[in-house]
Structure formats: C-alpha cells, structure tokens
C-alpha cells in the first residue's frame, strides 16, 4: 500500500571505517509503505546501511532522513517510529515468550495495558496463547523469527528494518514469514529488508543493488529484469555484480 | 525513564531466576569458602608433637613437662634414647620440637640464679617455628612465675590483647571473606550480563529502542546489587553464628559503607564489560582481577605494612583494601563513620573514576 509519502530519503550517505568505506555516497528514497529491498553479497554494505538508518551508527558524510527525522540530530525521535529485527533474532532463549513480548513492550514505555493487550493479540496471531508460559528456546525456529518480528513491531513503528531477517529458516518458514510482511506492508508500513535471497527479492516493491558498498542498480524486480533482458533475479543479481552492463 | 529502567531491571531479575544453577552457584559458592576458609585458614598451631629428653627425672623436671602437657599446643611423648635421634625425628615428622632437660635441672633450678633447658625447633617452616617458639616460652614463664623459688621479678608486664582476646584467626579472615566475596560476585555477574548480550546480539536490539545508555547499564546493574547484598549478608550471618565472629558497631553504618563498596565492585565489572567482548573472557578476566589482588594486597591474609614499598602503593588501588579496613573496624571494634571516612572516600573516588571510564567507553562503543 504506497502513498505519496517519503519514509526514508538518503543522499550520499557515506561510512568509512579507516580506510575502507564500507558505503559509499548511497542515494535512495522509499516511499510509505513500501517493501524496499536491498540485495547484495556479504560485505556489500547492506547491513552498515541499516545501521545508520536505524541510529546504530554515525555516517561519516552525506544526508540521511527517517520518517522525516535527521539521523545525525533526532535520532532519539527516529528510535520511537522503527521496529528492527536483525539476523540473530534478538529474543533471550532462557525467557518465556510471554516475558521477551512485555520486555520490549518495556523498553519502548508502552503504558502495562497497552503492551497486555498487544501481547494477547500477537499471541494470538501466532496461535501461541498456550506456549506464552514456555521458554522461548523450545520454539521452532520460524515461530523464532514471527515471535522477533512481532516484538518488533509490538509499539506500532511506521517503518521497520529487517537485516536478514530469514538468514537459517527453511524455505517453508520463510514462505509464510514473507505473507507476514506482506500483511504488515498492507497496513501502511514502510519496510526496508536486506537479503541474499533472490527468491525474496521477487516480493519486494522495489530492489536496489549493492557491490563494494555502492548501490549499482535500482528499480522494480521486474524493470530490472526487462532492462538486463534476464527471466529471474537470481540471473539479473548475477550479471550486475559481475559487472556486465544492460544488454 | 523509570520505566524504561524498570523494564530492564525486571527482564535481568528473570534472568537469575531462571538460571536455578548459576543461582545456586552464586549462594553455595560463598558458603562453601567460608566454610573452607574458616577451617583450614587456622594460622594457630596446635597438637605439636614435641619430644621430651629428660635426663633429670625429678618432681621439678616432670612439673616443667606437665606445664607443657597442661596447654592445648603440645602432645608431649618421652624418649628414651640420646639427643643424637632429634635429627630424624625431625626428618620422619615425628617431632616438630624436643626439649631437652639437663640431669643437673633440679638442683641448679633450687640453687643456681639460673638454669637451661634446651629448645629445638624444626625451622623448615619458619612460621610455624616461631609459633612454636612462642608458645614454649610463655610455658616456660609461667612455669617460673609459679615455682621460681628465688625472688620475683622486679616488674612484669601484664598483656592484655583487645578486640580479639583469644586471637581467633575468624575475626581475621571473616570480615575479609566478605570483602572478597562482595567484589568477586558482583564484578564477575555485570561483566557477564553485560558482554552476554553483546555476545547474542541482544544488545543491539536495546540500542535501537529509545533506551539510553545510562538506563541500560542502571538497570542491569540493580538486580545484581541486591543479589551481591544478599550474599554478604549471608556471609556475615554465618560468620557471626558458627563463627562467634562479634558485631561491636552500627549495623546501619556497614550496610551503607557495603552499599558503597557494592558499586565499586559493580562499575569495576562493568568497566571490564566494556574492554571485553565475550562472556568467557569477562569471567577470566574478572575472575582473576579481584582474586588475587584481594587475597594478596588487601590485608585480607597478608599485613600490607610488611609489604615491599612498590606493593603497598599498588595495594591503594585495591577497592577490598578500604572495605576491609571498614569492615573490621565495624565489626570488631565498632568504629564510628567519622574514624572510617578516609576510606570511604577512598573508595568513593575509585567508584567515581571506573564508573566514568566504563560510561565513556561504552558511548564509545556505540559510536563506532
């Protein structure tokens, strides 16, 4: 569900770390409710993206705004409005589920019936009602990964960050994880994830490419597809990072 | 802000209750030691096997013997054969001592001014030896105040030890188990917490929520305070109980100069925290930065006045140094905060300095 809003605009963002520059001058705008996709090997600068996005990180140069807020000077504003969820999904095994889903809703200040409520209603969602006195580390992995990202978003944030959210689940897990996001993008959230799946990267609204830190492609799944005369991602992705230009 | 804090604090206290090992671990730990400690760290030598040759054999030779029979320290055994057998009954252990009795012994003891007796100790541990030396010659004075047939003499002195009459190496030792006990615990748990979720990645996820960093590390740091607390209070229960050790000051006084300690203890672990990156290596690393410097440079066993001059300026950096002197002042001779404010300064500065380095460090951490 797009609309005519920016969620996230960056210009030249930049962050080098000594001497190398682990991204360079990153230039994109993701519209509201946008899925925004960011493809690339291990090492492309996907993750240090998010994390300046998410206030995780100082950029050394450029410009950068979330959800309207600077992310050199309002980055406790920008902590309020984003949900992440990264590759180790961030749940403590030895807590309860019922506990890991109040922790968060604790650190975010949410008022106790607010964050109850919540809790009843993502328990819910995950058919987990009877689970929430067991300890999280008997859960399935890809309840894991639905419980994290419902944790997540437990204090509604506009726009949600997901690095690798699906990095060791299986393909089915993962499957059902996507109709998730699909579900959240429909309710007017932004959601900026980071793959090295090319099967996901077919879900997204928008793609961009990364290679040594520089966004080299941009664009729908299937614009990239028609511009590089390719019939999958996984061909497209290939190509770009070998370096071989649109035919 | 509170809630925030509270939130943090609540997740850490489920934490500990649901590690029932590690719980257990962090209350037997201190009891097992204490138990340990109070019955092997006995600097008193008692049971010495002490060989007798008495050449003298008369009624004032065997009072001489019953003397040191009558006090706790010797098991006294007779030999038959000449002083020449000391040598290996040194070397086989059977004797740690031997006396040896002249056969002239009774009647320069009823004539002479002065008579000898001979005193062997085995110096192999010369602690031990002078112990040993000790207790023989109060025997012997004793025996000559009762029996001295000549005048008295001109002047004695009169001892009178205080704040530990019966010199009772628990009094000693207690008060410093607690010492080391307190920092221990409390330095090695916050550095654990805190490089745990560094470790699982769980860290990240708070920094990405509005919490700030001070609120963090205040409300991982209050669940281990109360649990520290409740360890030293077990300790000192015990200590008073099966160890007779005394209470003579303000109950009131040593709980607020623990308090003190306490986050001494805790911003040195979270100082640590903060050099660290994983869980294994804040647990050595802590471990061993609070063992050893307590038990060797605080005055917890070893006096730091007799220290060489290099080691008693290092002991000034030892938290457990000031916390000991405070504890036994408290406790056995009932100082009043104003006789313990240097050391409770001491120790506040130290707090002050860590705590600053471990806050910078951490923002720093973040930064990068």
């Known amino acids: ?247 | 802000m509170r809630k925030r804090i509270v939130a943090i604090a609540r997740k850490e206290f489920l934490h500990i209750i649901h590690d029932v090992r590690s719980l257990v671990i962090i209350f037997a730990m201190p009891v097992l030691m204490l138990i340990l400690f109070g019955y092997a760290l006995n600097l008193e030598i008692q049971n010495i096997n002490l060989s007798v040759f008495d050449f003298s054999r008369t009624p004032a030779s065997r009072k001489l013997v019953n003397q040191f029979a009558a006090s706790k320290y010797f098991s006294i055994r007779y030999e038959k054969g000449t002083p020449s057998t000391i040598d290996s009954l040194f070397l086989s252990k059977e004797a740690r001592a031997a006396l040896i009795i002249d056969k002239n012994f009774a009647r320069d003891f009823r004539n002479a001014p002065t008579t000898t007796v001979q005193l062997l100790v085995d110096a192999a541990d010369p602690n031990a030896a002078s112990f040993i030396k000790n207790y023989c010659n109060g025997v012997i004075g004793r025996f000559n105040d009762t029996h001295s047939t000549t005048f008295p003499l001109p002047f004695e002195i009169k001892q009178r030890i205080w704040y530990n009459p019966d010199m009772k190496s628990a009094y000693f030792f207690v008060p410093g188990l607690i010492a080391l006990i307190l920092i221990m615990i409390s330095a090695l748990l916050t550095s654990i917490t805190i490089t745990r979720e560094k470790e699982m990645g769980t860290m990240e996820q708070i920094l990405v929520s509005p919490v700030q960093p001070n609120e963090i590390i205040i409300g991982k740091v209050l669940p281990y305070i109360l649990l520290a607390f409740l360890d030293g209070m077990l300790i000192l229960l015990l200590g008073i109980f099966i160890f007779d050790v005394p209470f003579e000051g303000s109950s009131l006084l040593l709980i607020l100069l623990s308090i003190i300690f306490l986050m001494t203890a805790l911003s040195f672990g979270l100082m640590i925290s903060t050099i660290v990156s994983t869980q294994q290596v804040a647990m050595m690393l802590s471990l061993s930065a609070t063992l050893l410097p307590t038990v060797m440079l605080s005055g917890f066993i070893f006096p730091i006045n007799s220290m060489p001059v290099i080691l008693q300026y290092l002991s000034y950096l030892v938290p457990a140094k000031y916390y000991i002197t405070i504890i036994r002042g408290v406790m056995l001779k009932g100082n009043t905060l104003w006789q313990l404010i240097f050391p409770a300064m001491f120790l506040l500065i130290l707090t002050a300095v860590m705590l600053r380095n471990a806050l910078h460090r951490f923002n720093l951490n973040l930064e990068k």
């Open chain 1, 1 to 247: 569900m797009k609309t005519d809003q920016i969620a996230v605009q960056t210009e030249d963002l930049t962050r080098r770390f000594g001497k190398f520059t682990a991204v360079k001058s990153a230039t994109v705008t993701v519209m509201e409710g946008e899925i925004f996709g960011f493809l690339g090997a291990n090492g492309a600068g996907k993750t240090t993206m998010i994390r300046m996005l998410c206030g995780l990180l100082k950029p050394s140069s450029g410009r950068a705004t979330v959800s309207g807020f600077d992310v050199y000077r309002q980055s406790e504003q920008i902590k309020q409005n984003i949900g992440y969820m990264s590759q180790k999904f961030s749940l403590y095994d030895d807590l309860t589920i019922s506990e890991n889903i109040e922790f968060y809703g604790g650190i975010y200040n949410l008022p106790v019936e607010t964050i109850l409520r919540r809790k009843e209603n993502l328990l819910q969602e995950l058919g987990l009602q009877s689970e929430a006195e067991k300890l999280t580390r008997e859960l399935p992995l890809g309840y894991k990964q639905r419980l994290a990202l419902g944790c997540a978003l437990l204090h509604d944030p506009p726009i949600l960050f997901l690095d690798e959210p699906t990095s060791g689940v299986d393909p089915k897990a993962r499957r059902s994880f996507w109709n998730l996001i699909y579900l959240t993008s429909q309710k007017g959230k932004t959601i900026f994830v980071t793959t090295h799946f090319m099967d996901e990267a077919e879900y997204c609204h928008r793609l961009s490419i990364m290679r040594d830190g520089e966004i080299i492609a941009l664009g729908p799944p299937a614009k990239l597809k028609e511009t590089h005369k390719k019939s999958s991602m996984q061909e497209v992705f290939i190509s770009i990072v070998n370096g071989e230009l649109p035919a």
